[in-house]
């Protein structure tokens, strides 16, 4: 719902660009056809965004216009200026590294060829003229009519990446703990569903604090923004010590019923939490930690006893109590933020 309705007002302030920039240039006299595709392409995700691009853009288009208006004086309306004006608009947009204009210069180059008839240098200056038009009336409509706001695609986005987090860690604690190896495919899965959730979440987040360089959140939205930003930044960290057992070979386990039993229900009451705000209690939460601490001490001592020279590497049992810890360290994090 929320995705539509960020869709929704996308396609109300593209509308609105295109009608004030269509009706500008029926005033002025001009062609609006190239007005209008510059509105078109210039409402980006946030005003930061439709200006910088904009920067691009109008030199872009600059850059078309010009060799549309050389070649046809050269070669007429043929084939061969739609060619050379697309080719030669599109190298030189790329050696001047202007990549955001590339499209709009390289339409204009084109469109351009078949409305020019004479006075090449008045079209052209039109065709600039037309361009600012696009550029300016898009960045107002962005900036003024529905501005961006995603704090609450961040929350929702947050709250889903939380339960999928919940998820992910049963099945691979279930793949470590129970032996499921039938269930390998569906974990990985999983969690590679959670790094893109998660690289989604940062794109938003990026895009609101671009946007708040022109509406600034204030007051308590600030504060829930930059409480967004801390659990987003927990979820990371849970999602790197996830990873991490994934990544690591673990062989056959020494526990015993009663050790292994605690771990499960630990990794269970933990899952619930993460997937449920309502199910974590922080007094329950505690008390799993510091059982599985001491498992890990535990187990720390017998392997230190049993092999006076140190072992080089860490023992399976360890390396998963380590990032259980760890993981139960962060969401403790995550819902202690205020």
């Not at 995705?3 to 002025?28: D, E, M, N, P, Y």
């Not at 691009?53 to 046809?72: D, H, M, W």
């Not at 129970?178 to 938003?204: F, P, W």
């Not at 599985?292 to 049993?306: H, K, Q």
Request: with cysteine; proline share 3%.
């Amino acid at each position: 719902m929320k995705k539509l309705h960020f869709v929704g007002s996308r396609v109300v302030k593209t509308g609105v660009a295109i009608f004030i920039t269509a009706l500008i240039c029926q005033w002025l006299n001009w062609p609006a056809v190239f007005a209008v595709i510059t509105a078109i392409v210039t409402i980006e995700p946030t005003v930061s965004d439709s200006i910088k691009k904009g920067i691009v853009r109008f030199p872009a288009s600059a850059i078309g216009s010009a060799y549309a208006v050389l070649f046809i004086s050269l070669f007429g309306n043929s084939p061969l200026t739609y060619t050379l004006a697309a080719m030669f608009t599109i190298v030189t947009c790329f050696r001047l590294k202007l990549y955001a204009g590339l499209l709009v210069a390289t339409l204009t180059a084109v469109a351009m060829i078949e409305v020019i008839h004479s006075n090449y240098f008045i079209s052209f200056l039109i065709r600039l003229g037309t361009t600012s038009i696009g550029l300016i009336v898009s960045t107002l409509v962005n900036m003024f009519i529905l501005p961006p706001d995603y704090t609450k695609n961040i929350s929702n986005s947050i709250q889903r990446m939380a339960y999928q987090t919940g998820i992910a860690i049963e099945e691979v604690f279930s793949t470590i703990l129970e032996g499921n190896s039938n269930e390998e495919n569906e974990k990985n899965r999983k969690v590679d569903q959670l790094d893109d959730a998660i690289h989604q979440a940062e794109t938003l987040v990026r895009f609101q604090k671009e946007e708040a360089k022109f509406h600034p959140l204030v007051g308590k939205e600030k504060s829930e923004f930059q409480h967004m930003q801390k659990q987003l930044i927990n979820l990371k960290l849970i999602h790197y010590h996830v990873d991490n057992l994934i990544n690591t070979p673990l062989t056959s386990l020494s526990w015993t019923n009663d050790e292994r039993a605690i771990i499960l229900y630990s990794v269970k009451e933990l899952a619930e939490g993460l997937k449920d705000a309502r199910h974590y209690k922080a007094d329950k939460h505690a008390q799993h930690l510091r059982q599985l601490t001491e498992i890990f001490w535990e187990d720390n001592e017998e392997i230190t006893r049993g092999n006076q020279n140190h072992p080089t590497s860490f023992p399976p049992e360890l390396i998963i109590l380590y990032e259980l810890v760890s993981i139960y360290n962060q969401v403790d994090r995550y819902y202690a933020i205020k």
